[in-house]
């Protein structure tokens, strides 16, 4: 029996790829000020009005809405901190997004969820054992018929699987031997396939009969580009603009597993920290920060353009005939073929690039999208974004930079900077790191991240050159760079920056 409880102070669709071819507080009552609202935080342009028509909220409840989350956001973060291990997970609720519900496994920890301002939950699991059991039921089911979608339902402290076949599917994973407690099965004749159909939201077309949406753009280096679903392209496919213009070459994809790439452009086009939202407006990019369950989530493609609802779910797997694709969203924000590798933006936050959905924008439907921090850090890419970016190298300097350290290495030595200690970030975000050394030597650079037992290295820097640069997106935690010299003496300059 579930020992479940909450402490407070108070039509099935068929789901369809988007790849398109030719054939601390809560926000008080609906009467707050809308001018109070609206100075807070001002939100982008069309959003509002997505908001109303696609969660039929007034004016005035999609305004509040959005100052709701933005209030309450750095709580949850702060609470889902101080619960390590013993988090559950964690929702907004009601229309508004006017409570907090964050749920832990320990009845200790209701006091401190009480006192930050939101709604505590004491649940059997938590987020790491239910995630674990996500990993347990995808293995079973990865090339199974039925259940091709699953996820982590945190208000019900379970795994879900939407089956077409219920009682095959619950065999299946008793004979798995996955905990039948832990897991939830739902009738659902959902049949997952890609939604295929620089700027994000706008066409692109790869060959003559394909299109898809770009994501968001991004750098590698001095090099433009932008992500989208890998669905939508394999390695060396080259593409074209909205304007059929030359564009660029996918750089990399991954699909089925992920659903995720990443295009370069040529010089024609330049990066933007837009996405546009379908009135001929556009909304800015300032940053990757995570949305919260519940949280508004906006959808910008190339076939129907700018759309809104809520992220429903994380950490979903879905079956398309090509494979399956795991650690993806589920949000109710509807799409259509074409829309496929757009962007999803909350506020304005990047969310992800849409994978694949069910039904369409007239009766309304499921989208899924591949969360953006995987991809930047899988490809080493940095978004474009409002807040800037890392500065430019030039030829043998590294200047601009926030922090910069200096030293003399010589022939296989090594040393840890800044100082042989290390640095703390705070926020999510790009590193970005330059070496500078003498002509003739060849030292390198390795930028490590702390696990809590050791030091992983998360991005290298390895060219026979005596210059080498970093770009790493990352998490909050601690960080170091490596400074090696694989051959020759030299002095050195080391700049860095940090999110």
């Avoid at 330049?270 to 300032?286: S, Y």
């Avoid at 930047?376 to 807040?387: F, I, M, Q, R």
């Avoid at 430019?392 to 350290?405: A, D, H, M, R």
């Amino acid at each position: 029996m579930s020992r479940r409880h909450a402490i407070t102070t108070g039509c099935v669709l068929t789901i369809t790829a988007l790849t398109l071819t030719a054939a601390p507080a809560v926000a008080t009552s609906p009467t707050v000020n809308t001018s109070v609202v609206l100075s807070a935080r001002q939100p982008p342009p069309g959003m509002i009005e997505a908001l109303q028509r696609d969660l039929g909220l007034t004016r005035e409840q999609a305004q509040t809405r959005l100052l709701n989350e933005a209030r309450l956001r750095p709580v949850e973060a702060k609470l889902r901190r101080r619960l390590g291990d013993r988090f559950g997970g964690s929702w907004f609720a009601g229309i508004t997004a006017q409570g907090l519900v964050v749920a832990t496994t320990s009845s200790a920890d209701i006091p401190q969820i009480l006192a930050a301002g939101a709604r505590g939950e004491v649940v059997d699991r938590s987020m790491a054992e239910l995630d674990a059991t996500v990993e347990e039921v995808d293995a079973a089911l990865s090339t199974h018929p039925n259940g091709r979608v699953r996820y982590v339902d945190v208000k019900a402290n379970k795994v879900v699987i939407l089956s077409d076949a219920p009682s095959a599917t619950r065999n299946l994973i008793e004979a798995a031997g996955v905990d039948p407690v832990a897991v939830r099965v739902v009738p659902s004749d959902e049949q997952p396939r890609p939604l295929s159909d620089l700027q994000g939201g706008t066409p692109y077309y790869i060959g003559s009969t394909s299109r898809c949406s770009v994501g968001f753009s991004v750098l590698r280096g001095a090099q433009n580009g932008f992500v989208s679903a890998g669905h939508c392209g394999k390695v060396g496919n080259a593409t074209t603009g909205f304007n059929r213009a030359a564009q660029g070459v996918f750089q990399a994809s991954n699909f089925p597993d992920n659903d995720f790439a990443w295009v370069a452009v040529n010089d024609d086009w330049t990066p933007k920290p837009l996405v546009d939202n379908g009135t001929g407006g556009t909304v800015t990019v300032a940053g990757s920060k995570e949305a919260i369950e519940g949280a508004s989530v906006c959808r910008s493609g190339s076939t129907t353009g700018w759309h809104c609802g809520t992220i429903q779910q994380r950490n979903a797997s879905i079956t398309y005939p090509q494979g399956s694709v795991s650690e993806v969203t589920r949000t109710n924000v509807c799409a259509e073929p074409g829309d496929s590798g757009g962007s999803f933006i909350s506020i304005d936050q990047a969310q992800g690039v849409t994978s694949g959905g069910s039904g369409d924008c007239t009766s309304g439907g499921v989208t899924y999208f591949q969360p953006i921090g995987e991809i930047l850090t899988t490809y080493g890419l940095s978004l474009v974004t409002t807040a800037g970016n890392p500065p430019p190298l030039s030829t043998g300097t590294c200047t601009g930079y926030e922090q910069t350290v200096t030293g003399t290495l010589n022939n296989g030595q090594s040393v840890y900077q800044p100082n042989n200690r290390h640095y703390r970030s705070t926020a999510a975000g790009v590193h970005a790191g330059c070496l500078d050394a003498d002509d003739g030597v060849d030292l390198d650079l390795y930028l490590q991240k702390w696990n809590g037992r050791g030091w992983d290295t998360v991005a290298t820097a390895d060219s026979p050159s005596p210059d080498e640069k970093i770009s790493y997106t990352g998490t909050p935690g601690y960080y170091r760079y490596r400074v090696p010299s694989s051959n020759g003496s030299s002095p050195y300059t080391l700049g860095y920056k940090a999110p």
